[in-house]
């Protein structure tokens, strides 16, 4: 596999299918749920999009109002009484020097907090080959060794953020596909797992599904996301479904009932994933209008009662 040039990557499943061999073989092997024995949540993270309106940082500009640099962040993140924080790649100056990588690494290890993950703004759904995606390509490959220099398990892909004109979802789906195996290979190589969040155009769990049981790699799960699916009277439901897969679990505080916005039942989202065996951190993402040094800690608080 070319993963520095992944337009010129011919996959192994793409060979099968070529030869009419996929079925008959049974040598490929998409993502399956995760075998754990039993669940166990180790404890609270909060993602960095949770402080967006006081971070320092947007896409690598200054913004209008924040004052937060990410050592700001880990810091809250220690006066919360959390156990880990995720690190999102919006509020860096770009690119990060490595020493301040480093630095944050150090940090956040002095500080008694994990790095529970990362997280990136790529898009997937660009046609393997185009100007569009080798752009998306180069930003992830970087952005991975960013995060391995941080030494996070695990980052947040996206499968889209906003849809290219004219292809339809057939098309998406398989592109998405192609180049998930690309960056699947080399996450690998860092030694990194990669999560799909069910955002955007993965709203929709049938497409989630469709894309993670057609991907080659033990190195790909879900970012189960509570509040992003599409309209469905029975949220929690379908948040089920894909809770065997997780390798982060984002709780919000609001999900989605019929597509309007309704408050989510913390005890009921945490039973689906213990029900699911779900081990690993429970990560808050605060996206409402009251202002998060005011909000966060009370629901931290409910949260808390749940581990």
């Known amino acids: 596999m070319n993963l520095q040039n992944p337009d010129k990557t011919i996959t192994r499943r793409n060979l099968l299918r070529g030869a009419g061999a996929w079925a008959a073989t049974g040598t490929v092997h998409a993502v399956r749920p995760f075998n754990r024995t039993a669940p166990s949540f180790k404890g609270l993270s909060l993602t960095t999009y949770s402080m967006k309106r006081h971070m320092k940082w947007w896409w690598g500009k200054p913004s209008k109002s924040g004052k937060l640099e990410m050592a700001d962040f880990l810091d809250y993140c220690a006066e919360l009484g959390l156990e880990a924080a995720e690190i999102t790649s919006y509020f860096f100056t770009h ?3 490595k020493r301040n990588l480093h630095a944050l690494k150090r940090r956040a290890h002095l500080l008694g907090l994990d790095l529970s993950g990362g997280a990136m703004g790529n898009n997937f759904s660009h046609t393997p080959g185009s100007d569009a995606n080798r752009g998306h390509m180069k930003y992830f490959r970087a952005w991975i060794d960013h995060f ?50 069910n955002h955007d ?34 949220p929690y439901e379908e948040l089920a479904r894909i809770a065997p897969y997780a390798v982060t679990a984002q709780i919000k505080v609001m999900t989605r009932v019929n597509g309007k916005d309704v408050r989510a039942d913390y005890a009921r989202l945490a039973k689906i994933l213990r029900q699911a065996a779900f081990r690993g951190y429970l990560v808050f993402e605060y996206e409402e209008e009251e202002d998060p040094y005011t909000a966060i800690p009370h629901h931290l608080a409910e949260l808390r009662k749940l581990l």
């Not at 996206?158 to 004219?166: C, V």
């Not at 049938?206 to 029975?234: C, F, H, M, Q």
């Open 95 to 97: 690119p990060p020097e």
């Open 201 to 234: 155009f993965v709203k929709n769990l049938d497409y989630l599904l469709r894309i993670l049981k057609a991907v080659e790699t033990d190195w790909l799960g879900v970012i189960w996301d509570s509040a992003n699916l599409s309209p469905t009277p029975n």
């Open 148 to 197: 391995a220099e941080l030494g996070v398990p695990v980052v947040r892909v996206f499968a889209a953020r906003g849809l290219p004109e004219g292809l339809d979802d057939e098309t998406i789906i398989a592109n998405v596909t192609a180049n998930l195996e690309v960056a699947c290979a080399y996450a690998e190589k860092r030694g990194i797992m990669l999560g799909l969040e």
